[in-house]
């Protein structure tokens, strides 16, 4: 596993013929820290001790302190207490102190310490080729071509190949080369045992028995639970963390395997890079094993279900765009714009401000409707459905390719270990005199009384939250100021009062203006908004933290918790509430001319009389393609790198560094000047996507080229990912985790949200149940003829309040405005009208059918499709039968004097990765068949099985 | 474990000295039959061998052949190998055929037997006190004491203890007396395993150490997997239940513990049936751990629930309670109801049915009115969204309880075993010359090709259920003809086809009848319907079953989901059709006089004046009660009783048996005349508590003391279920499983469809929204003055079509009918009127907010209910937490070369009822430590975990 440079080929060459690292197991362990060799620099990219043979397993930094004071005598006395009990542990120790700055402990773990804990972590090893494949293996193939064969079958089995064959040939060009990246077999595996090392699939180098990254997990694991500290009071001073946190480190962590740059040998990192994480392989299917290899089951999750999003989002766009083109397609031939855009019919429209705003023609509006027939047509409502049963679908079928990794991973009973708690949290409450033994671990820790210190910071930090989600509403708000007031100004500045006639002629970009006066305000909001979205998601993040820090939470999972509420929730909030305000809000509680609604004086906002949503869309669309645009790509990628240049040309100015020294560096001191791979950046990026998956499935009614950003974004978001880690990260920590935790439980309940928020769309803010109402019931003959003569009601000009009267307002007789009114010439004047409570009823029922219809169905489909597919099931209850077959069959012929031999093969398949069989061990009927060889074993499992 | 009866005190002091079983375990397994002894006649309730010390575990019990022929050959020759095999596998076998009939073979576990398959089937058993309490039942109450004390929390802890002190003497009448029935403690317990005996709480007769329903499970676990045939090809020829259906055997069962009649000394049996199935504990919490106990884990299971059920039912039956009496009081003073009896309004209707049906007064249903409002008013909202959360909070709770009973009875990491496929399957499939190799277990067995077998016969299937569906919904259709017609006739009967006015008096039954036309027709029809549910089910389970049978399906939890999924679905239709008919659909389509929806040339039924909730509500009240006296009672209960009587008649006078001769009988002659333990019974009492649970949630709006029926009835229902258990049936075979299954997905989908049905009762069925909108908008006042007027539409009778028109016709000018539609004056006569709309607007708004603010709260409820309640939760993770660093620090005292003397506490714990703990064993150490006994291991565990 342990590659080398190419200014290494010595190193190299020793692993090669594999005799300079055989003894390295029967070294002695908890030798002294190896003095540094004066003279002997040995730089470069060398992943060994100085004496060649040791792998450098974890870095621990610290820098060289400018003057000795009570602090750094401190800190020193914390590190070798620290060092010498990592050393009792049986780790080995090698200091670098060629660095005028920095100091750097090299940390190795001897296979003494790495079997050791590779037993109690239970880590899942392979077990020997010959064992596996001659016994169970083996039988699998025999089974399944022992079904008969006729004549039907042998026809489909044909026509099956030709659809798997075409798929095959499809699939092709996005899989990456095999023989570059080799895929990863399924191991049979079998949790790590001493005893029973013979059964393992043992290299001839024992030291490239444990992969790297179980190497660093089993170092890292031995760091976090270690003392630093004289006193039994273990809790404060116990582990790498709360050292780092309490400044005695620097930096700890494990070393990258090599360059990834061009040119370089090749190593798993290089491998990652050049298939991964390079642009030009932007197409091609993750190499997922790859991944989850050098960095561990944690990110690996990650990267699968990203990979699995955007694939699941390449249907949906193709969908999309279909929607999007049809309604291009029609956009022009409806009735309702052929009539507002019809000179003909001549509509006098009432004011859309007070005082200032003049009468208008409806035709003004022409272009707005028509563009907005685009999104506001018969299928819209066929993508909702679509899309809410593709969100459906989406996780129903993550959870089957969960289950699938799970088992390919042997993550299947996986369960967390316990926590300790946060160095932080310890450092804060220090001087806190108040203790409590934890239930759990039996040690002694600080503790917070509920009522009296964890009740206050909670209301404090909850009563934060509210402010903060509060601005963003103000902010929205204030959005909606602005929108009044633009619209109003540029209505007053182009016109002087009178009614503006089809034939009044107004030349230059003052007309160009005014002509699109709503599509520029609307556009100029979102872009405001999109600004204060951005500002307030900075704010809000420093806040949250902050205020989790406040609120000293015990565990690093609580604290991930914590933080993934408020962040989610505020940033909810922020991108949410503008939208969801011109979805549902906008333009319903207006009032009428004459009797609007008056809030602070002001009248609200109205829709266009081509309906609320094409605005609904220009606001996704600025505000779900800017954010993916600034915050991913300008924040997150384009400031990183600016920074790495100017900390470059920073070093080459002042500190006078060569290239030539740069390329001397050793492997751990360039990994130091990488970012820390910190635990929470994970959860950003699932943030990220969350909030995505809203926009896309929350508002997709409105947007139906959404689910194409999303995968054109998502594409580039892969490779940028892969891109940070592979190169500007340190290496992390290899983490386990069988799930993506709380955030399926976030993407369903969003995904439920999205049913009943479409529905309201369709129902409340598009056109289509007045359509469908117009045509059934109102219209002569089932056309949309008369359409918008209908959608608009009368207002006697004579009727407007003295204190709201536009100017010139006697110029007309009556005007029309949007809604369902009764004319001013029935006795009950301006009260809704029959058709407004009929369209109501309407869209109320289509609301109540809309949901409960695809909530059964999508219910029905996650129940119809089970959540581990049936053939992984297959395969699962058949390695457990096998398992307690042998077990049962065993026990009576021991029982009956005859010799036990299936023992061997039974102790190997019961505890193989598979929970819950039955553990059975015969230590001395084990060391007999050890020395009979196994082939005789094999004859008698087939005897027992097939029996 | 094993008490004798009174007349056996011999026996019992046998077994109570502790010496006459000792060498039991050292017998040699496998010896031969005993031969009866001759003239040994020892009869009585004897649950020994003739030997007096081995207790008979099992009866395999078949008939003597009247004469012999190929048939009884082969049963012989069959029963032969089968009883060879047992005893090879280590049972030993007696044969009783001291009877002219019947010939009984009583089978006996040995110690190997028994503690063999106690290691295969991994049976948890309790460890010694010693090792338990000493370790980490000490550690417990150490940290809990450990915490400071101060003078609040003193307080505090004062308060809980009143509090706990005053729910304590709430609760006591309700349990049972602990000196009669001990309460039984969680044990620790283990796997079993041979090698680790010493650890184990072994009594000083080995015989007593495994329980009699455990000694059971494991004699059924060999007779289920022993082959009878001579062919190599299993499946066929493979276990008790195929040798059952074949008839080989007549009965295969354990006995009973002893007598439970009153006179009979103590024994388990006795204990629950004094405790339990007596009718005077009715109100007694139950003895759960006794009943698993005896019967198992899923029965225990069953009743654990069904008492979970019957509890959770009583704050129901409360608020149900209340809400009905607040009805009664407020019944009289409404408007609406004071309107329709006021004579002094004199409102003349239209007629209710075709030609014959005169005018009537609106006066006349003022008793429906009044009475409907006792159903109908604004705390039937409260109760509605009451009752969604009840069924909430009890999944909830119940998901809790569950997870308590899962620890205390070892079932937290229950895995169910491969199933072999059912015997009726083979018999069926024996001439089919398809075999194909099971993937899983690699035997033979006959296999159905999709689409030339499975296919059809599902099709089939399917479709008969369809049909019989239908025919409950004919059923239904025939009792709306019963009603229409009969409420003509009546109408016809009493009235001359004149008007009847307010004066007119008549007098006699006639006018009783009359008066209360309506009241009687929906009662009849009601008791009708009832009639035919009954006959209905009856065929419906025997078609279900035959439908099954003719599927073919290969496991026994296959053939129980598909009758599951069958009867379910069936008893849905049958049960609620009449009243999903009567809540939503009647009286919706009728039409308005003049032009009346007419189907297969009849008008359609209309709602009273009160509304359809009375109906709906009589409709519930009758199929309810009914089902639960006719079906749950008089058939389950009285028929089984009768015929039992029937049989001892029949008996007494033909067999001329004496009771001397009764008292005489074997214990298994006794047991072998009970019924059949099935395991499909479960099935059906599950089966009608969901549908009882579906009545009480899915229509609780309508009916609000259902809950105290159904809590009635449930009371009544434990004890009878529990007297069927200890006296009627056969032992049934302890059987594990750790969830109610299906049952809990299948009340979460009722609980949702309640929140759906009870938003449109409310809002379609009831007037709460018509007159929620009427004193909002129509009224003058706010008040409901003038309600009624509102709700009556005109007609002017000149606009009858010729065809329809009644008698005498024009003696009246205009008469009312119930809808919302324009007066015959205004331009668009007969239209909907604008209010008819509004309504609808409202009640469909309703049905949304309704909807959706539930299921937002209960999916708030379900979210903050953790599964596993904290404290459960606490626990199992300090013990997993004890165990895996006990492990570690083990571990690394070794490889230091220190003695590792955790080992033993470490295994012991590692292995303890807690899932995926590491199983570390160490052989040797073990063995060493046994010796040097178990004082200095406790010592050494101090340090290790409090260090």
Known sequence: MATANDDDVKIQML??????????????????????????????????????????????????????????????????????????????????????EIRYMKVHATWEVLSRYGEILKIKMPLQETIVSADIQKKYSKWETLEEENPVKAVSVQIWTAITGLFKRFRAPFELDSSIVPPMAKKYTLAFSRDREYMFDMPINKDEFFTVSERCRIVDFILRRKSFGEDKNQAFSFGIKKMLADGFYSAAYPVHEGHWKAGSAMNSRKLLYDNWAHWSKFFKIQPLDHIRDYYGEKIGLYFAWLGFYTQMLVPASIMGLIIFIYGIAIMGDSYPSIEICDPKLNITMCPLCDFQCPYWKLQEACSHATASRIFDNNATLFFAIFMSLWGTLFLEFWKRKQAVIQYKWDMIDFIKEEEPPRPEYLAKLADTAKTKVNPITGLKEPHLPFWRRRFPTYLLSYSVMIFMASLAIAGVVGVIAYRVSTLAALNLLHDDGTVRSNSTIVKGTTEVIYKNASLVTTITAALINLALIIILNFIYSKIAFWLTDFECLRTQS?????????????????????IIYIAFFKGRLVGRPGDYNMVFGARQEECEPGGCLIELCIQLAIIMAGKQIVQNNLIEIALPKLLKLAKRLYRRKFKKETAEQKANMAAWEKDYELSVAENTSLFQEYLEMVLQFGFLTIFVAAFPIGPLCCLLNNIIEIRFDALKFTTDLRRPVAEKTADIGIWFSVLYAISRIAVVSNAFIIALTSDFIPRLVYANTYSQDGSLVGYMNFSLSYFNTSDFDSRHKPPHWDEVQICRYRDYRNPPWVEEKYEYSQAYWHILAARFAFVVVFENVVIVITSLIAWLIPDVPSKLRKKIRREAYIASEIVIRTELMKARGQSPAGSLLDSIISKMSFPNLPSKDNGNNVSDLRKRGKAEITSVDDDNIDA
Do not use: C, M
């Open 558 to 578: 609580e604290y991930d918790d914590s933080i993934n509420i408020k962040l989610f929730a505020l940033q909810f909030v922020n991108y949410y509430s503008s």
């Open 15 to 100: 692993k090669a013929d594999g005799v300079a690292h055989e003894d390295i197991q029967e070294e002695p362990s908890g030798s002294e820290i190896s003095e540094p060799i004066p003279g002997v620099k040995r730089k470069g990219r060398n992943l060994f001790f100085n004496d060649g043979k040791s792998r450098i397993d974890y870095i621990l930094a610290w820098t060289r302190p400018e003057k000795e004071d009570e602090n750094t005598e401190k800190a020193k006395k914390a590190r070798d207490i620290f060092h010498h009990n990592l050393q009792e542990e049986g780790l080995q120790l090698e200091l670098d102190d060629s660095d005028p």
